[in-house]
């Protein structure tokens, strides 16, 4: 199985010359439990090649920070980057923080200072400034973000210096700028780390909500996709655990300054927001745990981690009843579900740790995953944590800054658990302490990893291992589509969802049958199948 994925790998690659071919073959590879399955990532793509990423910017403005509710953000640069990112995403959100006080939500706007070429050669601060005195008086909001594009930082506008300026001008503004040029880091992850900087230095830590309830927590890396977060809420709330924020979805500005006061972060996507995490742990002694909501099996094991963190009798007997009481509601459908999609195969290709999480619900479902890839992951999402200190941090890399966090004075507390109990975690296979063990030892050898999958690839595989269904972002959606092949968005989700724990478990499973056994793309064919595109005639000799 391991050897025939490696010759369709290398039947796909023959096409490209020899040193392209040698590049590639790196980052694509078949799983083998024997091996090292060793992969490169977080590299440059090569030019040329048609890549699904996206930038600094989009990783920055467009994940992170564009779910926080009360967050105006002014995109300093010319406006096509600000369409861009304009509703693209359906973060949904309510106007109100975790305390029922009421928050603005600028979540559907868009504001930007529209740089002209005036304002490039001569320098946009002052326009920067315009910007921000206009929103201050038209939406008074309590936090501002500067997110700049890839012409402000080649022209060397002071966005910083802007931003402590309106702090100072406008008491009670949390305003903080984002040096996030498209052309920094290799992909949007670079944009994620930057957020993530900016988030601990001047948000966490700031406030003073103590939680309510005796068991809290952060939700690291949920976006609140058609409504997940709130369905993750639902349930953690159901077994007594409070939610303090969510990094970035279901939250605002005012949730997330009182993040340092949870007792544990809950990490959902790891490659966007670990570094928050990390730095956390660093800062206040806060322990997190690889948690994954999306799947009835992974869902039941990240509750019952939780459970096992706080070590509480009866906290730990609520979980159950609460596990019970949600499969019940679906274990009926789940079964008709499964009956009609066993067998089926998938290809996953988008970003963040849907690649792997989603191979999990399909697991649920009985399907199995035949080709999967991330589009912006660092090798640690392929093949854990363990491998950290051997990945080579080269130039790219070095653009990001890395915060050297020093305990809090204050608020460090190391001795959450004991160290007898915290023995006992990291003992336990199915608790994945401050440590996450990567996609690998989820996937079945023979399976197809590719790291950065261009449209070229996805086209040859697709056609090679017929998956019958392909679930991606937007960018390579409709090409599957109208080659015959089923394809599922689930960066947005095709307007569907939300797809997390039990009840949206059995909501994707509804979807996917439905889209299986409607298979109106089927009976489509494509014009250039039909008719020549080109026609021509000779002229008789004219």
């Known amino acids: 199985m391991v050897s025939h994925g490696n010759e369709l790998r290398d039947k796909v690659l023959e096409k490209y010359s020899a040193k392209v071919y040698r590049n590639r ?33 989009a990783g920055c403005k467009g994940v992170v920070l564009a779910p926080l509710s009360d967050n105006a953000i002014i995109v300093h640069g010319p406006i096509g980057c600000s369409f861009y990112t304009w509703g693209t995403r359906r973060h949904k959100q309510v106007e109100t923080d975790r305390h029922g006080e009421h928050a603005d939500c600028y979540v559907e706007y868009c504001f930007s200072t529209d740089m002209q070429e005036p304002n490039i050669v001569f320098g946009g601060e002052k326009k920067l400034k315009k910007a921000i005195e206009e929103c201050m008086e038209i939406y008074h909001p ?11 930082g080649l022209i060397g506008d002071d966005i910083h210096a802007i931003a402590k300026w309106a702090r100072e001008e406008y008491p009670g503004l949390m305003c903080v700028a984002f040096s996030c040029e498209g052309y920094k880091g290799v992909t949007q992850s670079a944009g994620h780390h930057i957020a993530s900087n900016q988030i601990i230095r001047f948000i966490v830590g700031t406030g003073d909500h103590k939680p309510e309830k ?20 639902r349930i953690l709330n159901r077994c007594g655990i409070e ?13 997330i300054k009182n993040a340092h006061l ?34 009835v099996d992974a869902t039941k094991k990240s509750i019952r981690a939780i459970g096992a963190y706080f070590n509480d009798p009866d906290l730990s007997a609520r979980i159950e009843e609460i596990i019970a009481d949600e499969e019940a509601t679906i274990i009926d459908e789940m079964e008709y579900y499964k009956s009609k999609l066993k067998g089926k195969t998938a290809a996953i290709y988008v970003g963040g740790s849907r690649s792997h999480h989603y191979q999990l619900l399909l697991q649920d479902l009985g399907m199995k995953t035949v080709l999967a890839g991330y589009e912006f992951a660092h090798r640690d999402d392929y093949e854990g944590r363990s491998v950290i200190p051997d990945i080579k941090v080269d130039a790219d890399s070095k ?5 050297t966090i020093q305990p809090d004075e204050r608020f460090y507390n190391a001795d959450r658990i004991t160290p007898e109990h915290r023995k006992e975690l990291e003992e336990n296979p199915n608790v994945e302490l401050n440590d996450y063990q990567g996609m690998y030892p989820d996937m079945e050898d023979g399976s197809i990893i590719a790291d950065d999958l261009n449209h070229f690839e996805t086209e040859e595989f697709l056609k090679a291992l017929k998956p019958d269904v392909f679930f991606s972002g937007i960018k390579d959606k409709f090409v599957v589509q109208k080659s015959g092949m089923l394809s599922r968005q689930i960066h947005s989700y095709d307007y569907q969802g939300p ?44």
């Open 214 to 233: 005796k068991f809290s927590v952060n939700i690291l890396g949920e976006y609140n996709i058609g409504g997940d977060g709130w369905e993750i809420e």
């Open 262 to 295: 949870a007792d544990l972060n809950l990490v959902q996507c790891h490659r966007s927001i670990n570094y928050v995490a990390d730095m956390m742990k660093d800062k206040y002694g806060m322990d997190w745990i690889k948690v994954n909501f999306i799947g």
């Open 142 to 152: 309590k936090m501002i973000s500067i997110c700049s594009t890839c012409p402000v």
């Open 243 to 255: 939610v303090v924020s969510a990094m970035t979805g279901t939250s605002c500005y005012r949730d």
């Open 399 to 403: 653009n990001i800054e890395n915060l």
């Open 499 to 542: 797809y997390t724990c039990f009840q949206g478990a059995a909501r994707f499973g509804h979807d996917l049958v439905m889209g299986l056994y409607v298979p109106a793309w089927s009976f489509i064919k494509a014009p250039w199948k039909n008719q020549a595109t080109l026609v021509g005639r000779l002229g008789g000799g004219e």
């Open 25 to 57: 073959k790196q980052h694509v590879l078949s799983i083998d439990s024997e091996s090292s399955n060793e992969i490169l990532a977080n590299v440059r793509t090569i030019p040329g090649i048609i890549t699904q990423r996206g930038c600094c910017f």
